[in-house]
């Protein structure tokens, strides 16, 4: 039996599913997770010796790749000072001059430890801030796992949410209204109907779990013009987006400004880091100038915030952008000529180095065409680019990250993979 598997039965006795994440469990598309040793650069070594090239990046934070001198560095130094004081510090300083500076709608920011963190806490300041009760999410835009936001549509569109887990009132879901992504009309409609009550708008500005999705052109704007019309907040997570397909986020590349921004992912240099921010008016309702309470033992942990300025120094440099496009554009071309040849249907979605090759035909623009992707085919996809050595996400409806780490030898080797397991497949 390989160590991996040793190790899994081992964890399954004492971790739900052996996971501490349910998607690291394999669930989806079979087989049984390898467990990493070790990592450096756009590579992931296994317990069993194996090596692969990983375009899962640890979901995201890993813009720079694995074990980034710069980021270990960082670390190591910050971690000989004290790993921690619950005191204020001069690192947390400069990372939220540095973020305020890169994302010009958020004049104050708050760090927190995850994404989850980010999303909850911006929601009940706009809660907060309006008064109001109401929240709008899309179906299938994931934003963490409060209660709040683990909610999915109910029955007859634009309805009442229902939990999407058990232990999720059905009393709070029920605050919680969702509409497809990409349905400005569906949220024109909304707030026709609720406009008094709602207090915001959240959204992936770039949808990246139900699988890559980009807003329709106008989608964005559209969100911004109908909150502010009615006095709701518009909330954009981009714990995925941020620093990932801009410097600015989402924000910079689309051109459209939030109230309330999530970040985290790329801003903790691959240690647990969250943030959220806005208008100084707006976080002003934050303890302990305001009234909306949140608060953290380890908020603005000195390593993750060294670890994450790091990171975000080495892609102030703008030319990263450019490289991350041709890398992604590559890893792209490589799925699409495959697909071509082996006569699978593949719709690849794609912003920057955030891509997704969904198995259907149809153009995926939301959750209900995302859906139609053959899931049973992705699984015999992902098994057969793993055996070749390439590490996708072990589900459909997951993004591919390159990384700053990833070289065009990478992508080539990625396209040759790809185009055998797409004709394994066929
Ligand atoms: C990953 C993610 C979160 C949750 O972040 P965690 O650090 O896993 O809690 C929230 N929103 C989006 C868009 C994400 O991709």
């Not at 909610?151 to 209204?177: C, H, I, N, R």
């Amino acid at each position: 039996m390989s160590e991996s598997r040793r190790l899994l039965e081992a964890a399954s006795r004492v971790i739900p599913g052996g996971v501490n994440s349910p998607v690291r469990a394999f669930r989806a598309v079979g087989g049984s997770p390898p467990f990493i040793a070790r990592a450096e650069g756009a590579r992931l070594v296994d317990v069993d010796g194996r090596s692969y090239l990983d375009f899962v990046g640890s979901w995201g934070p890993l813009i720079l790749g694995h074990a980034a001198p710069a980021v270990v560095e960082a670390v190591t130094e910050a971690a000989r000072r004290g790993t921690s004081y619950g005191a204020p510090t001069p690192l947390e300083v400069e990372m939220a001059e540095v973020v305020t500076a890169a994302y010009p709608s958020m004049e104050m920011v708050r760090l927190v430890s995850s994404g989850t963190e980010a999303a909850m806490s911006a929601i009940r300041v706009a809660r907060g801030a309006t008064g109001r009760d109401v929240l709008v999410k899309f179906d299938g835009c994931y934003h963490g796992h409060a209660d709040s936001l683990l909610v999915k549509a109910g029955s007859g569109g634009a309805t009442f949410g229902v939990p999407d887990s058990k232990g999720v009132p059905a009393a709070l879901a029920e605050l919680t209204l969702t509409v497809a992504f990409n349905d400005l009309d569906g949220v024109r409609d909304l707030f026709r109907r609720k406009g008094d009550s709602i207090a915001a708008v959240i959204v992936e500005p770039v949808a990246g779990n139900m699988g890559v999705v980009p807003p329709a052109p106008g989608f964005l704007e559209g969100l911004r013009e109908v909150t502010r019309a009615h006095g709701a907040l518009l909330i954009f997570d981009e714990v995925i987006t941020g620093f990932r397909v801009a410097y600015g986020g989402a924000q910079e590349r689309y051109g459209v400004q939030a109230d309330l921004t999530c970040l985290g992912k790329i801003i903790g240099g691959g240690l647990p880091v969250g943030a959220y921010g806005g208008r100084r008016a707006i976080m002003s309702e934050v303890s302990p100038l305001g009234g909306v309470y949140q608060a953290g033992t380890l908020s603005g942990n000195p390593l993750a915030v060294a670890a994450g300025l790091a990171a975000i120094r080495a892609l102030a440099d703008r030319r990263a952008y450019a490289r991350l496009e041709t890398l992604g554009a590559l890893l792209e071309q490589g799925l699409r000529d495959g697909a071509q040849k082996a006569g699978v249907p593949l719709t690849v979605n794609r912003v920057g180095s955030m891509l997704t090759a969904f198995f259907c035909a149809t153009p995926v623009t939301d959750y209900a065409t995302a859906r139609k992707a053959d899931t049973a085919r992705y699984a015999r996809f992902f098994s057969a680019m793993l055996e070749r050595g390439i590490y996708l996400a072990p589900s459909q409806f997951e993004a591919a990250f390159v990384s700053l780490a990833h070289a065009e030898a990478d992508l080539a080797l990625a396209a040759r993979a790809a185009a055998e397991s797409l004709s394994t497949v066929a």
